[in-house]
Every structure is written in structure tokens, then in C-alpha cells.
């Protein structure tokens, strides 16, 4: 026997939907995003290739040895490397279901994050000041794209914590918010390991 087919509050048919199951396929988020985060890999090696190229072109201005301050970047390198063991706190976390321990354990990663933008932005406002600005050399251009890029990625990285901290506040952590939370750890996690690049290839080896 056929069954008739549902009717709304103004007589009109309402559609049959068959496909019970979800519409989000399983791990289509993590399988995106690892694409995306490939393409950032293609991204940041362009511009480490472009400074093994050109990070020697001084044009008789100032070297890395002339202008970094090892120290300042060990300090900021420490703040980043935290922020990844914090995230790590907070996924333990998440995973037992903690709303409250999670977001302390991400704003304390976000306070880090904050830490090192500042000291990047003082060290760029530095470098400035001192005349070391992108045009003066090919040296300046490439670092000030390469360092800049990956400020930016951290900026939205504390951007995008922070739109997190809310749904979880609201909403609690629920499978999407995890699945959120996992894409935003891997990454935090992938900014951490393009810097440890950066911190060896950019500044040790630029004062040597």
C-alpha cells in the first residue's frame, strides 16, 4: 500500500527526503583541511626559497647580523613553543569534556599568541626605525615577506581561537566544535614548526 505524501498548513506537498544519513561525510573536514595546510607548505616554501636566494643581497646596507637580536627572538620563539603545549593542555581537556579548563587552557594559548605578535611588531617597528625597511635591500624584502607572512598566520590564528572560545562558552563541545578545535590544533601546531624554519634558517644563520 503507497503511503500520500505529506501535506503543510497551505495544501502544498512537503518534499521526501530518503537519504536519512548525514550530509557531512566522515572526516571530509580533516581530508580539507590537510589540503589547505599543504597548500600553505607550497606557500611558505616559495618564500624560504626566494630568501635562500636573495637573503645575501645586502646592496651595502645592514646584514642579519647587523640587526637581529637573538635574544629578543629565543624570547619570542619560547612564547610560540608554549602556545603549542597549552593548545596540547586544551585538547586533553576537550577530549574529557571540561568546557570550563578548555577555554582557560586556550586563552592562555591565545595570551602567548598575543605575546608574540607583540615582540614581532616591536621588532619590526624596531628594524624601521633603524632604516632596515623591505625596499632598502632584497635581503629586507624577503625577510620582512617571509617573517610577515607567518605573523599574519598567527594573527589569524588568535582570530579564529578566540570566534572558538565562544562557540565552546555557548555551545559546549559538541562533535563540531571538537572537530574545530582539532583543525585549529593542527593549525597552531603547523605554525610552530614553520617558525622552528624561520628561528634556524632566517636568524641563526643570519648572524653567522
Known amino acids: 500500500m503507497s503511503q500520500a505524501p ?10 521526501v527526503f530518503y537519504l536519512k544519513e548525514d550530509h557531512h561525510p566522515e572526516n571530509g573536514t580533516s581530508i580539507g583541511f ?9 606557500i611558505f616554501a616559495t618564500l624560504f626559497a626566494t630568501y635562500a636566494v636573495v637573503g645575501r643581497s645586502y646592496a651595502a646596507g645592514p646584514s642579519g647580523a ?18 603549542s603545549i597549552t593548545y596540547g593542555f586544551a585538547m586533553l581537556e576537550a577530549a574529557k569534556k571540561n568546557v570550563n579548563t578548555t577555554l582557560v587552557w586556550l586563552a592562555i594559548t591565545g595570551l602567548f599568541g598575543l605575546a608574540f605578535l607583540g615582540l614581532e611588531l616591536y621588532e619590526f617597528s ?9 625596499q632598502r635591500s632584497a635581503f629586507l624584502s624577503a625577510f620582512f615577506a617571509l617573517v ?11 582570530i579564529w581561537l578566540v ?7 555557548k555551545f559546549g563541545l559538541h562533535p563540531e566544535n ?14 610552530d614548526v614553520i617558525w622552528i624554519g624561520v628561528f634556524s634558517f632566517v636568524y641563526l644563520v643570519g648572524v653567522l
Not at 6 to 15: F, L, M, T, V
Not at 66 to 83: E, G, P, Q, R, Y
Request: charged share 15%; hydrophobic share 50%.
Open 6 to 15: 505529506a501535506q503543510s498548513a497551505d495544501g502544498a506537498e512537503k518534499p
Open 34 to 42: 590537510w589540503l589547505y595546510l599543504m597548500s600553505d607548505c607550497l
Open 66 to 83: 647587523d640587526l637581529f637580536d637573538l635574544k629578543l627572538v629565543a624570547i619570542n620563539t619560547a612564547f610560540l613553543l608554549l602556545s
Open 126 to 134: 624596531h628594524l624601521i626605525h633603524e632604516g632596515a625597511t623591505p
Open 148 to 158: 610577515g607572512t607567518h605573523g599574519l598566520h598567527v594573527t589569524f590564528g588568535v
Open 163 to 169: 570566534t572558538l572560545m565562544v562557540q565552546v562558552k
Open 178 to 191: 571538537m572537530r574545530r578545535l582539532t583543525c585549529l590544533s593542527m593549525f597552531w601546531h603547523f605554525l
